[in-house]
């Protein structure tokens, strides 16, 4: 699963007057810049919600990230694993082959995006707050070009009311490619019924596709987006959910202390296992973090990173999360990895 990582690509150096590279087929993974989910960055809030009252916090809630270089030269890896904590792994762990770094690059904005939604849609559900699904983009050529458009609303498959992309997906992938489909869409303040006959998913011929990307957003006129760039990956999800509940409800829900973490999350709050724990530790560990959130999964590796005396909460849902702040502010006991 890759990382929220930033991919440091230099120049390739060659023999001179050749096309004979002089890298290494190995890649450094370091300790990256951590983001402040409560805080701004290039001027803009990291999380900024709109349409609603949003609540005053206080203290950190860092999200941590890997710093991945590659393109090395031998003495450029060699000095990295003798003078840094960086982890020398092979290049296949960090490109696979058959992709390009922009291939990856591309993954990496993909998963950070969908994880974006995920973590606004946890949080809304946590708060109680209503959700809708939305049409992201089209997949060309597919049955959903031309009949639907970016921002329609889905609010039925089949007659059956839906609310996440996740029902959606369930109800289609129930069929079989041929069938037909009975999408309800709001489009501005129309609402109506449109049929669809399901193509083939390129991937696998038997599994039934739409046509379509989709996102959860909120369905009473709050608005959340996320401003960093040059960031990629999954496992923001958990921080930015935390910082949309934090700004959305009374209270600080870190309570006041400087808190750092890392995971993916569903949109039904479920954390999920990441790469390169040991470095985000570290990381978060230079900030001055006083609490680090590490999913179940990942504590064994978390524990090998620089950690100090920073407490290291062992969780699995955004729920686990939140109590663990509770209980660290208050002097309480909470599942810790050890």
């Not at 990856?104 to 950070?112: P, R, S, Y």
């Not at 609303?153 to 009975?182: C, F, H, M, N, Y």
Request: proline fraction near 7%; aromatic fraction near 2%.
């Amino acid at each position: 699963m890759p990382v929220v990582a930033l991919t440091v690509l230099a120049t390739v150096p060659k023999i001179p007057f050749t096309d004979i590279s002089l890298t290494v087929p190995y890649a450094a993974e370091g300790p990256g810049p951590v983001f402040d989910t409560l805080s701004e960055v290039d001027g803009q809030p990291v999380v900024s919600i709109d349409g609603t009252q949003v609540d005053q916090t206080s203290g950190e809630l860092n999200m941590t990230t890997v710093s991945v270089r590659t393109q090395m030269t031998l003495a450029q890896a060699l000095a990295r694993w003798a003078t840094t904590d960086d982890t020398i792994v092979p290049i296949e762990q960090v490109i696979p082959p058959n992709h390009s770094p922009e291939d990856i690059e591309e993954q990496n904005k993909a998963a950070f995006t969908r994880s974006e939604s995920a973590a606004t849609i946890a949080a809304l559900n946590h708060l109680g707050r209503p959700v809708k699904v939305t049409v992201a983009e089209l997949v060309e050529d597919s049955p959903a070009q031309g009949v639907l458009a970016p921002e329609d609303v889905i609010t039925s498959v089949d007659a059956q009311p839906v609310s996440t992309p996740g029902q959606v997906q369930e109800l289609v992938r129930a069929k079989k490619p041929g069938d037909s489909v009975a999408l309800g869409i709001r489009r501005g303040e129309t609402d109506r019924t449109v049929e669809l006959e399901l193509a083939e998913s390129p991937k696998n011929k038997s599994v039934p596709m739409l046509g379509i990307l989709m996102i959860s957003t909120p369905a009473d006129g709050v608005s959340v987006e996320y401003n960093l760039q040059d960031v990629g990956g999954p496992s923001a999800g958990m921080m930015f959910s935390l910082a949309v509940i934090d700004k959305l409800s009374p209270g600080e829900l870190n309570g006041g202390h400087n808190v750092a973490g890392t995971g993916t999350i569903s949109e039904n709050g479920e954390i999920g296992p990441i790469g390169g724990i040991q470095h985000k530790v570290t990381a978060a560990h230079g900030e001055g973090a006083e609490l680090f959130l590490a999913p179940k999964a990942n504590c064994q590796e978390a524990l090998a990173g620089n950690h100090g005396d920073m407490a290291i909460a062992s969780v699995e849902t955004l729920d686990d999360s939140i109590h663990a702040m509770e209980a660290f502010s208050s002097g309480k006991d909470f599942p810790r990895c050890s």
